[in-house]
């Protein structure tokens, strides 16, 4: 069964500053994991995946993630805060070879002026 | 690429009655997998579409029932409609060739309300 963490509902942070949104996972697969942004009625938007080809994944935006197996754990970096990037984030985690994915319950990231 | 949409944006019903709701995924896309989003939480899978059949399920009940055209676009359907219902209803679409990843594109969803 796959199940994934995201460890804090809320994060607060000032423009400018580095952004750091945590997610564990658990898969009895090798698994396929994800990053999705969510802003205000808008659609889930794709910021990375990784699909076990370089552990350090970069995505749009300035977004990246490193994949840990060692410590299941699949955290979304970004050096600089814009106020752009005020919105929710969902961490997704898929088992190899099968459809179905499972959304962690989401951190909402504010940014301060 | 109009990428994938959904129909309607926003639905009113009552307790008991039956709703259906529509999705057109991405082109080329030929694999649709539906979503329901409560408010403050993540979206929890609802089944996925793939060759007109049901591919995969989640712990929902009967109540919800689906179904893939030729085209491959879907439908959800829910029958018996429970106040717990209201949420954003999400679709998602992929290629199922590319199964390995799973990379899901979604439409802006449509939000249900039930009196």
């Known amino acids: 069964a796959q199940s994934v963490t995201q460890l804090d509902s809320h994060v607060s942070v000032s423009e400018g500053t580095p952004v750091l949104l945590r997610c564990n996972y658990s898969s009895s697969y090798s698994p396929s994991l994800f990053w999705y942004v969510q802003h205000p009625n808008k659609g889930l938007q794709l910021l990375l995946k990784?699909?076990?080809?370089?552990?350090l994944v970069k995505g749009i935006n300035g977004f990246e993630a490193e994949f840990k197996k060692s410590e299941t754990s699949f955290h979304l970096t970004k050096p600089s805060a814009h106020m752009s990037d005020a919105a929710e984030y969902f961490c997704v985690v898929s088992e190899d070879g099968y459809q179905k994915v499972t959304f962690g319950t989401g951190t909402k990231l504010q940014v301060i002026p | 690429d109009a990428g994938v949409t959904q129909s309607p944006t926003h639905l009113i019903k009552t307790r008991g009655q039956q709703v259906t709701l529509r999705c057109s995924p991405k082109s080329g896309h030929d694999t649709v997998s539906w979503y329901q989003q409560a408010l403050g939480q993540g979206p929890q899978f609802i089944f996925q579409y793939y060759e007109e059949e049901e591919r995969q399920r989640g712990n929902f009940p009967d109540r919800f029932s689906g179904h893939q055209f030729p085209n491959y676009s879907s439908e959800l359907n829910v029958n018996a409609l429970l106040l717990g219902d209201s949420a954003l209803y999400l679709c998602a679409s992929s290629l199922s060739k590319t199964y390995r990843y799973n990379e899901q594109f979604f439409g802006p969803g449509t939000r249900l309300t039930v009196l």
């Open positions: 990784y699909t076990s080809a370089a552990t």
